[in-house]
């Protein structure tokens, strides 16, 4: 069965800070996604990473994949208050099937 | 932006009754899901098409069904709603030719109060 584990689940974080989400999931998946959801709202898509370990950045987020440790990570550079939110890895499970996700971490950044 | 629409986003009902939740998307996604989420907590998926005539349950069971007629719609009936069936629903949608950056696209979300 596939699990998706984040880490931690709250982050409270003082602005210009820099901190790191972890995702960890228990087999082989084609394809990890991470996902921003504000309060009351639906879920915003932010990366899609491939097997192949890839790294992308937006902003002051940028997400990668290390496919051997089975572990992903999105990096918080020089946190705002606009990047409060709780964040969401999901995984695809067999065959193309609907996503796994992880319990999300809540992030709150403070001034 | 996806255009994926639910409604009703809020709704309020007592328990024993019949409630269909709306689900329609115009980008001609052959894939769609329905997740329920708890405040604050992680989603759980609970029905998911691949296309048309196509429905499967998925992990968690919601006593609910779903039904695929056409491309572009999706929705889920519960046919006798409990107070165990407060949550929030998700709808998504994705595109389903395993292209590179296929990504699942969320609806606003309907969130259902049973009495």
């Known amino acids: 069965e596939l699990k998706v584990e984040q880490n931690p689940l709250f982050l409270s974080m003082q602005e210009g800070k820099n901190y790191t989400i972890y995702c960890n999931y228990s087999?082989?998946?084609?394809?990890l996604y991470w996902y921003r959801q504000d309060p009351g709202k639906s879920l915003e898509s932010l990366f899609v990473?491939?097997?192949?370990?890839a790294v992308k950045q937006e902003g002051r987020l940028m997400a990668s994949l290390d496919t051997k440790a089975r572990l992903s990570t999105l990096h918080i550079t020089a946190a705002v208050h606009d990047l409060s939110a709780t964040y969401f890895c999901?995984?695809?499970?067999?065959?193309?099937?609907?996503?796994?996700f992880g319990k999300g971490t809540t992030l709150s950044v403070s001034s | 932006e996806a255009d994926i629409y639910q409604t009703p986003r809020y709704l309020v009902i007592g328990t024993g009754k019949k409630i269909t939740l709306e689900c329609s998307q115009t980008?001609?996604?052959?894939?769609m899901y329905w997740y329920q989420q708890d405040p604050g907590m992680e989603l759980h998926l609970i029905h998911y098409?691949?296309?048309?005539?196509?429905?499967e349950k998925g992990d968690l069971s919601s006593e609910s069904t779903v039904s695929r007629i056409r491309t572009e719609h999706f929705p889920l009936t519960l046919e006798s709603a409990r107070p165990s069936h407060t949550s929030q629903y998700l709808c998504?949608?994705?595109?389903?030719?395993?292209?590179?950056?296929?990504?699942?696209?969320f609806g606003p979300g309907t969130r259902l109060l049973v009495l």
């Open positions: 087999t082989t998946s084609d394809r």
């Open positions: 980008m001609g996604h052959d894939k």
């Open positions: 098409s691949y296309g048309v005539n196509s429905t």
């Open positions: 998504a949608s994705s595109e389903g030719t395993r292209k590179i950056q296929e990504t699942q696209y």
């Open positions: 990473l491939l097997s192949n370990g």
């Open positions: 999901a995984v695809e499970g067999q065959a193309g099937t609907a996503l796994i």
